[in-house]
């Protein structure tokens, strides 16, 4: 008689909850007063909204009395929110239903869960905890905001993806030369952690081709523009969620180029997340130059972060890698991260994967 073979395919494969933390809901500037917006995170309906005091809230979508989304017709009046179908309005700070239709009496326990949200740095942030628990850190300032920086520009995607996979590229040195053409060089990588921040500091050798030197590299020597560009980079990861990334950067004819971005991954569902890439650079005093130099470095960076959505794409998140030398970053990573889950919820996934390992289902 010959084994069955073990079925074994993406959706199988253990994966872990949406780690605890402060998630954007949406970034400050797409929510005025008055302004209501629908949005699909966490594996929920939300709704973000901003009060007439200028508050912003983030609720569950659905009314608690016939169940209209409040996302999809609702109206903020004064401090509150209207539900577009029977007209109940809803208290932004507390999610109490303060008026039904009809000067009917408000019924007891009638009122809608309200997340709780922290604004800063041009970010509505929203707390996620399993159990509905309270914030228990509030996310730092973050550096060298006070500097001076053209506007932040924006980049969008959805993806079938995993927020720890996308969390977790900052870690993976090794796939930057197999990946992307920005390095053939193994980066060289500091990593600290202390609380819920993790700070990398990294210095690469950026290949002269991607910052788009277009033309016969026999042109570029002659010219003595070095085949490859310093660049430091400092990334600060404030959870899994936020990641700011500071550049520099030093172009041919001794230009200095500093960089920010600040990416965010929102988990939308258990398969898809939601990644924003605000992008800006410190001005230079030629202001078609800094133009030139954004458009470059938005470029860059976006070329590069797509190159990686194929892999996460139709990759399996491995509980227990089979690591080899490079990857003491992403276990370092892992062994911070494990802060954001719940009592032995990493250890369940882990042995989940162990015993798919000896059922031979997992190489
Ligand atoms: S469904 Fe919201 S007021 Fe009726
Ligand atoms: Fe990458």
Same mark, same amino acid.
């Not at 973000?48 to 609720?59: K, S």
């Not at 932040?152 to 053409?181: F, G, Y």
């Given at each position: 008689?010959?084994?069955?073979?073990?079925?074994?395919?993406?959706?199988?494969?253990?994966?872990?909850?949406?780690?605890?933390?402060?998630?954007?809901?949406? @970034?400050?500037?797409?929510? !005025?007063?008055?302004?209501?917006?629908?949005?699909?995170?966490?594996?929920?309906?939300?709704?973000?909204?901003?009060?007439?005091?200028?508050?912003? /809230?983030?609720?569950?979508?659905?009314?608690?009395?016939?169940?209209?989304?409040?996302?999809?017709?609702?109206?903020?009046?004064? @401090?509150?929110?209207?539900?577009?179908?029977?007209?109940?309005? #809803?208290?932004?700070?507390?999610?109490?239903? &303060?008026?039904?239709?009809?000067?009917?009496?408000?019924?007891?326990?009638?009122?809608?869960?309200?997340?709780?949200?922290?604004?800063?740095?041009? &970010?509505?942030?929203?707390?996620?905890?399993?159990?509905? !628990?309270?914030?228990?850190?509030?996310?730092?300032?973050?550096?060298?905001?006070?500097?001076?920086?053209?506007?932040?520009?924006?980049?969008?995607?959805?993806?079938?993806?995993?927020?720890?996979?996308?969390?977790?590229? @900052?870690?993976? =040195?090794? /796939?930057?030369?197999?990946?992307?053409?920005?390095?053939?060089?193994?980066?060289?990588?500091?990593? @600290?952690?202390?609380?819920?921040?993790?700070?990398?500091?990294?210095?690469?050798?950026?290949?002269?081709?991607?910052?788009?030197?277009?033309?016969?590299?026999?042109?570029?020597?002659?010219?003595?523009?070095?085949?490859?560009?310093?660049?430091?980079?400092?990334?600060?990861?404030?959870?899994?969620?936020?990641?700011? =990334?500071?550049?520099?950067?030093?172009?041919?004819?001794?230009?200095?180029? &500093?960089?920010?971005?600040? =990416?965010?991954?929102?988990?939308?569902?258990?398969?898809?997340?939601?990644?924003?890439?605000?992008?800006?650079?410190?001005?230079?005093?030629?202001?078609?130059?800094?133009?030139?130099?954004?458009?470059?470095?938005?470029? =860059?960076?976006?070329?590069? #972060?797509?190159?990686?959505?194929?892999?996460?794409?139709?990759?399996?998140?491995?509980?227990?890698?089979?690591?080899?030398?490079?990857?003491?970053?992403?276990?370092?990573?892992?062994?911070?991260?494990?802060?954001?889950?719940?009592?032995?919820?990493?250890?369940?996934?882990?042995?989940?994967?162990?015993?798919?390992?000896?059922?031979?289902?997992?190489?």
């Amino acid at each position: 008689m010959t084994a069955r073979l073990p079925i074994f395919d993406r959706s199988s494969a253990p994966s872990l909850p949406f780690p605890r933390g402060w998630y954007v809901a949406a @970034d400050s500037d797409e929510i !005025a007063r008055g302004d209501v917006k629908p949005i699909k995170a966490l594996g929920r309906d939300l709704v973000v909204f901003r009060t007439e005091d200028g508050e912003a /809230h983030v609720i569950n979508a659905y009314c608690p009395h016939l169940g209209a989304h409040l996302g999809h017709g609702g109206r903020v009046v004064g @401090d509150r929110i209207r539900c577009p179908f029977h007209a109940w309005e #809803f208290e932004g700070k507390t999610g109490k239903c &303060l008026k039904a239709a009809h000067g009917d009496a408000v019924p007891p326990r009638a009122e809608i869960k309200r997340w709780h949200v922290d604004e800063m740095d041009g &970010l509505i942030l929203v707390w996620f905890h399993e159990d509905g !628990a309270e914030p228990d850190w509030r996310v730092k300032p973050q550096p060298d905001f006070d500097l001076e920086w053209t506007p932040w520009r924006r980049r969008v995607w959805e993806l079938k993806a995993r927020i720890q996979d996308v969390a977790e590229n @900052d870690a993976d =040195i090794s /796939h930057t030369p197999a990946m992307h053409d920005l390095t053939d060089i193994l980066p060289k990588l500091e990593m @600290d952690t202390e609380g819920q921040i993790c700070d990398w500091k990294m210095s690469i050798e950026a290949n002269r081709s991607a910052f788009g030197l277009p033309g016969s590299p026999r042109l570029w020597d002659f010219l003595r523009i070095p085949a490859t560009i310093p660049s430091r980079i400092e990334v600060r990861r404030s959870g899994f969620p936020l990641g700011l =990334i500071r550049q520099w950067s030093t172009l041919p004819g001794g230009l200095q180029l &500093l960089s920010q971005t600040f =990416i965010t991954t929102m988990p939308i569902d258990n398969e898809h997340v939601r990644v924003v890439a605000r992008h800006r650079v410190k001005p230079t005093p030629i202001r078609a130059l800094t133009k030139i130099v954004l458009d470059k470095y938005c470029g =860059i960076f976006n070329t590069t #972060f797509e190159e990686d959505i194929t892999v996460w794409e139709n990759k399996v998140y491995r509980m227990r890698p089979l690591a080899s030398k490079s990857d003491w970053s992403i276990l370092k990573l892992r062994k911070w991260a494990r802060q954001f889950y719940g009592e032995g919820v990493y250890e369940d996934a882990l042995r989940r994967e162990d015993e798919m390992r000896k059922a031979g289902v997992l190489p």
